[in-house]
C-alpha cells in the first residue's frame, strides 16, 4: 500500500511512562497515516495520549518515556532505528513543531527574526538576505501586524497571539514536510484564537506541507481537519473523515465530546428585591501602576447566577478580588445583605466571612497536598461552628454525599484525587461553611471538557438545592451559557454591557461582546469561513 | 514502624554506612560512662604514648586515654551540636515562615535584623561575642544557635515565600484564619521536607563551627573532652609525628560525611517525590 503520496505511516505504536519505579503503557497500538496536502486531527482529553504521539512522530519520546513498540515510517525510513545525526537533520528540518506556549518556547534574550533564522543557517539551507525574505512572508501570510518590523522585536515586545503566529512562521522556515501543532491556540483568548486559527488555516492551505493537529476542543479541529482521530486512554477510539465524524459518530464518546459545551440553562424571571451582593462604582489598582477597574457596578441577587466574562486583562478576577478583600478598593464600595463591607479582609467579622466562600481556578493547587479531604473539608465546619469531632465527621459524610464522592474518600491526600475530584472537594469545603455566595473564579478551566460539564452540573444541582447565589468568574461563553442568569461583560477594566443572559445574548450587542460571541468556536467546519467572511464584509461596509 | 524497615531496606548503601555511623555515635554517647575505659579527664599514663594494649589509641598531651578522651567527646561534641541545631531551628523557621506569612513591616523588620548580622562574617562576630560574655557551655551555644538561625530564617522564609501565593493559603486567609493556624498547619507541612534535609546540613557546620571555635580556645574549655578542643590540644604532638590530634579530626570527619550521606539520601527521595 506504498502510494507515493503517503508522508508518514505509524504503525501499532506503543510508548510506555516511568512511573513509581516502573514502565506504564501510556500509548497503546497507535495507527496513524499522513499523506500530503492533509491535516489530520487528533483529540482527546488530558492523559489520551496525544502530545506523546505526536512527539513520536518525530521519533522522540519525552523524558521518562520510550518507545516501546511499532514503527514511525517518514518517507520511507524507520525513525525508531534513525542515529541521533539523522534525527536532527528531520526534526524542525522536515519535522516542525508548535507547542501550545510559545511565550515558554521562544527565548527571552533574542529577537524572533534571529531565532526565525536558526535552523535554516544551521543546515545552510539560505544566506540571511534570503531567511529576511522569507520571514517577512510568512510574517505577512500570517497576517502579523508590521510584518517587515516584527522580526527585530523581543518575545516580550509582542502580544500572545502574535508570538503564536511567529512560531508557526517559525516552522515553517525550512518548508517542512510536515508541522505537528500541539495545542497552539489554548493558552489564548477567543478572540486571539480566532486570528490564530484562520492564520493556520491559510498557511497550511497554500502550502504543499501536511499538519498533525493535536487539540482537546473538537470544534477548534473541526475548523482545519481533513481527517480526526479521537483518542482515549492511549487508544483510537474512532477515525475517520471530519465530516462525516462531526456529523455521525459511531461512539458514545466521541457523541459525549460533541454533546458537551450545549448545555443552556433555563431562563428564570429577575427578581426585584434586594440584591445579595451589590458591588457600586468600584474603582482599584495594584500598588503601582494604573487603575485596572474603572468605575465597576453589579448586582447579585439570591438564588441566582451572575457571570463576570472577559478575556484576560480585562479585570474580572480583579473584581474577584476586592470583593473577597484581597485588593482593596480605592473608590466605591461592596455591599452585602445592604451593609457595607470593610475593603480590608482583616478588618471583616467571621461570621460575614462565612456567608461567602470562593472556589477557585487550579484544584491542584487550592487544596493543601498535605491534608487529607477529612482535614479539608473538617476545617470550616471547626472553625465557623467549633463542632465536636464526632458532628464534623458526621457533616463531612453528607457533603461528600452532596458532592457525589464515596465516604472512602475522607482519608485520602490531593494526590490520590483526579482534578475533577479535587474540584469537587473545593465544593464541598465551601459547602461546609453554609454559605449564602460562591465566587467561582474560572473553576471549570483546568478541568476536561466532560469534567467540567459534571461540575457545573452539579453546582446547577446545588443551587437548587440550597438556594446559593453565584458569581462566576469566567472567560467561557459556554460556561455563561450553561450557568448563567446575569451576565456582566468586561473589557479592559470597565463594564461594557450587562443585563439578564438572554438580553446580553440576543442582539444587538454591543460592540464587544459581538466580538466575543462571534469568536467562540462552534462545531461546523464551515464556521470560521463563515465568521471571516461576514467580518470582512462588515470592514468593507464602514 | 513496617514503612520505616522498608524505607531502610531501599536505602542506597553510601545512606545505610551513614545511619550506621550515626546510630553508634549516639550509643557512644548515650553509653558514655559504661564504654569508657578510663575516666574523662583522668591522667592514666605518660604523655603521647603511642597504642598499646592498655591505650588502644594511645594517649593525648597530658597523659589521659585517647580512647576514653573520644567516647566522652562524643557526648559533648553530639548533644551540644544538635541543642546548638535545634535551638537555630526553633527560632529561625518559626521567624521566617511568620515574616513570610504577615509581610510588611514585620518582615521588613525581621529581614533587616538578619541582613545586619549577616553582614559580619560569622566567626568573627561569634568571636567578639564569645569574648565578651565568656565562655560557659549555655552561652556557647546560645550564641551559635542565635547566629545560626539567620540562616535558617533565610531559608524557611523562602520556602514560605512560595507556599504563602498558593491557592490553599488564599483559601484559609479568605475563611479569616489567624496568621498562626496557617504558618502551623497550611505552611510548615509543605516545608517540612525541606527544613529537614537544611537541618542535617546545620548539624554538620554547627558541629565544624563549635569544633573551630574550641579549636581557637572560645567554644568548649579544658578539662571537658570535646573534638574540636581535642585537636587543638594535641596539635604539637604533630611536630613529633605523633598522630594524636589526627583520631579526634578523623571522627569530625566521619560523622560530618555520615550526615551529609543520609542528608543527601533524604533530598534526593523528596525530589523524587515532588517529580
Given at each position: 500500500m506504498?502510494?507515493?503520496d503517503?508522508?508518514l505511516?505509524?504503525?501499532?505504536l ?5 512511573q ?10 497507535v495507527d496513524?497515516h ?6 489530520l486531527g ?7 495520549g496525544?502530545?506523546?504521539i ?10 521518562g518515556?520510550?518507545?516501546s513498540g ?13 542515529s541521533?545525526?539523522?534525527?536532527e537533520?528531520?526534526?524542525g528540518f522536515?519535522?516542525?513543531y508548535v507547542a501550545q ?7 527571552p534574550?533574542?529577537?524572533?527574526m534571529?531565532?526565525f533564522?536558526?535552523?535554516?543557517l ?7 538576505a534570503e531567511?529576511r ?5 510568512l ?6 501586524p508590521d510584518?517587515?518590523g516584527?522580526?527585530?522585536r523581543?518575545?516580550h515586545?509582542v502580544s500572545?497571539g502574535?508570538?503564536?503566529r ?18 497552539p491556540?489554548t493558552?489564548l483568548?477567543v478572540?486571539?484564537q ?12 497554500r502550502s504543499n ?8 476542543d ?5 475548523q482545519?481537519?481533513?481527517r480526526i482521530m479521537?483518542?482515549?486512554?492511549g ?5 475517520g473523515?471530519a465530516?462525516t465524524?462531526?456529523?455521525?459518530p459511531?461512539e ?6 460533541l ?6 440553562k433555563e ?14 462604582n468600584?474603582?482599584a489598582?495594584y500598588?503601582?501602576g494604573?487603575?485596572?477597574l474603572h468605575n465597576v457596578?453589579?448586582d ?5 447566577t451572575v457571570?463576570?466574562v ?11 478580588r476586592?470583593?473577597?478583600?484581597f ?9 452585602f445583605?445592604?451593609?457595607?463591607m470593610?475593603p480590608?479582609?482583616?478588618r471583616?467579622?467571621?461570621?460575614r466571612l ?5 472556589i ?8 493543601n ?7 479539608i473539608i473538617g476545617?470550616p465546619i ?6 465536636g469531632k464526632?458532628e464534623i465527621r458526621k457533616?463531612v459524610?453528607?457533603?461528600l454525599?452532596m ?6 474518600y475522607v482519608?485520602r491526600?490531593p ?5 475533577g475530584?479535587?474540584?469537587r ?7 461546609a461553611?453554609?454559605p449564602e455566595?460562591i ?9 476536561d471538557?466532560?469534567?467540567a460539564e ?12 440550597l438556594k446559593?447565589?453565584y ?8 460556561t455563561?451559557?450553561?450557568i ?13 454591557e ?7 445574548f ?7 461582546t459581538?466580538l466575543l460571541?462571534?469568536s467562540v468556536p462552534e462545531?461546523d467546519p464551515d464556521w ?10 462588515k470592514?468593507?461596509?464602514? | 514502624m513496617k514503612?520505616l524497615i ?6 542506597p548503601?553510601?545512606?545505610r554506612?551513614g545511619?550506621?555511623?550515626i546510630?553508634l555515635s ?5 553509653l ?8 574523662e579527664?583522668e591522667i ?5 604514648l ?8 594511645g594517649t593525648?598531651q ?5 580512647v576514653s578522651?573520644?567516647i566522652?567527646?562524643?557526648?559533648n561534641?553530639?548533644?551540644i551540636?544538635f ?25 521588613n523588620?525581621?529581614s533587616?535584623i ?7 562574617p560569622t ?14 557551655i549555655p552561652?556557647?551555644i546560645?550564641v551559635v544557635?542565635?547566629?545560626d538561625?539567620?540562616?535558617?530564617f ?14 490553599f ?8 484564619e489567624k496568621?498562626?493556624y496557617?504558618v502551623?498547619?497550611?505552611i ?6 525541606a527544613?529537614?534535609?537544611e ?6 557546620f ?11 580556645g572560645?567554644?568548649?574549655?579544658p578539662p571537658?573532652?570535646?573534638w574540636?578542643?581535642?585537636v587543638r590540644?594535641n596539635?604539637g ?6 598522630i594524636?590530634p589526627?583520631?579526634p ?9 555520615s550526615?551529609?550521606?543520609v ?5 534526593q527521595r523528596s525530589?523524587?517525590?515532588r517529580a
Open positions: 506504498m502510494n507515493k503517503r508522508l505511516t505509524i504503525s501499532n506503543q510508548i510506555e511512562g516511568r513509581d519505579e516502573q514502565w506504564k503503557p501510556i500509548v497503546r497500538g496513524v499522513l499523506n500530503r496536502g492533509q491535516v487528533i483529540i482527546g482529553e488530558s492523559g489520551a496525544k502530545s506523546t505526536g512527539l513520536a512522530a518525530m521519533g522522540y519520546a519525552r523524558e518515556c520510550r518507545i511499532g514503527t514511525i515510517n517518514f518517507l520511507g525510513q524507520d525513525l525508531r532505528k534513525a541521533e545525526r539523522e534525527l537533520n528531520i526534526r522536515k519535522i516542525a506556549s510559545a511565550a515558554a518556547s521562544f527565548n534574550s533574542h529577537k524572533l534571529t531565532q533564522a536558526e535552523i535554516p544551521e543546515h545552510k539551507m539560505m544566506s540571511m531567511i525574505q522569507k520571514a517577512v512572508g510574517y505577512t501570510r500570517l497576517f502579523l510584518p517587515e516584527i522580526g527585530f523581543y518575545p515586545q500572545g502574535q508570538l503564536q511567529a512560531m508557526v512562521a517559525m516552522a515553517m522556515a525550512c518548508d517542512p514536510e510536515i508541522i505537528i501543532f500541539d495545542e491556540t493558552a483568548d478572540t486571539t480566532i486570528e490564530v486559527l484562520s492564520a493556520i488555516k491559510e498557511v497550511i492551505s506541507c501536511a499538519a498533525i493537529y493535536i487539540t482537546h473538537l470544534a477548534v479541529v473541526a482545519l481537519a481533513d479521537v483518542l482515549k486512554n487508544q483510537l477510539v474512532e477515525e473523515q465530516r465524524i462531526l456529523a455521525e459511531k458514545k464518546y466521541t457523541a459525549d465530546l454533546a458537551v459545551r450545549r448545555q443552556v431562563i428564570r424571571p429577575a427578581i426585584k428585591e434586594e440584591p445579595l451582593l451589590k458591588v457600586e468600584i474603582t489598582a500598588k503601582t494604573l487603575p485596572v457596578s453589579f447579585v441577587h439570591r438564588g441566582r457571570a463576570v472577559g478575556e484576560s486583562g480585562s479585570g474580572k478576577t480583579s473584581v474577584a476586592v470583593i473577597t478583600g485588593l482593596p478598593q480605592t473608590e466605591g464600595m461592596v455591599y445583605d445592604g451593609l457595607a470593610s480590608f479582609l482583616k471583616r467579622d467571621k461570621d462565612r456567608k461567602w466562600q470562593m477557585f481556578q487550579m484544584p491542584d493547587v487550592a487544596v497536598p498535605r491534608h487529607k479531604v477529612k482535614e476545617r471547626s472553625f465557623y461552628y467549633g463542632s464526632k457533616r459524610d453528607e457533603l454525599d458532592i457525589e464522592l464515596d465516604p472512602s482519608d491526600y494526590s490520590e484525587l483526579s482534578g475530584e479535587k474540584q472537594v473545593c465544593i464541598a469545603r465551601a459547602l461553611a453554609n455566595l465566587i467561582c473564579d474560572e473553576v471549570t478551566s483546568a478541568l471538557q466532560l469534567v459534571e461540575i457545573l452540573k452539579l453546582l446547577q444541582r446545588l443551587q437548587d438545592e446559593m447565589s458569581l462566576f468568574i469566567t472567560h467561557d461563553l459556554a455563561v451559557k450553561a448563567a442568569d446575569d451576565v456582566v461583560v468586561m473589557y479592559q477594566g470597565r463594564v461594557v450587562q443585563g439578564a443572559r438572554q438580553e446580553v440576543t442582539p444587538p450587542h454591543h460592540e464587544y459581538e460571541l462571534s462545531m470560521l469561513d463563515h465568521v471571516l467572511e461576514q467580518r470582512k464584509k470592514e468593507k461596509n464602514v | 514503612n522498608k524505607l531502610l531496606k531501599t536505602s548503601i553510601s545512606a554506612f545511619l550506621i555511623v546510630t549516639l550509643i557512644v554517647a548515650l558514655a560512662p559504661l564504654l569508657a575505659p578510663y575516666g579527664s592514666v599514663a605518660q604523655v603521647w603511642s597504642s598499646s594494649h592498655d591505650h588502644p589509641l593525648d597530658l597523659g589521659r586515654d585517647m578522651r573520644l566522652y567527646g562524643a557526648r561534641s553530639i548533644a551540636a541543642l546548638t541545631t535545634m535551638i537555630a531551628f526553633g527560632v529561625g523557621a518559626i521567624l521566617g515562615l511568620i515574616a513570610a506569612t504577615t509581610g510588611g513591616w514585620l518582615d523588620l525581621l533587616r538578619v541582613d545586619i548580622f549577616m553582614a559580619f566567626l568573627i562576630l561569634a568571636l567578639m561575642i564569645l569574648s565578651i560574655l565568656g565562655t560557659s552561652v556557647l546560645v544557635a542565635l547566629l538561625s539567620t540562616r535558617v533565610r531559608l524557611a522564609r523562602a520556602l514560605a515565600m512560595d507556599i504563602a501565593i498558593m491557592e493559603v488564599d483559601a484559609a486567609r479568605l475563611r479569616g496568621t498562626f496557617i502551623r498547619r497550611e510548615l507541612p509543605n516545608a517540612l521536607p527544613l529537614i534535609a537541618f542535617g546540613l546545620r548539624f554538620c554547627i558541629f565544624l563551627f563549635i569544633s573551630s571555635l574550641s579549636f581557637l572560645l567554644g568548649i574549655q571537658t573532652a570535646d574540636g578542643s581535642m590540644e596539635s604532638a604533630i611536630n613529633f609525628g605523633i594524636a589526627l583520631y579530626a578523623g571522627t569530625i570527619a566521619l560523622i560530618t560525611v550526615i551529609n550521606l542528608v543527601d539520601w533524604f533530598l525530589a523524587q517525590i
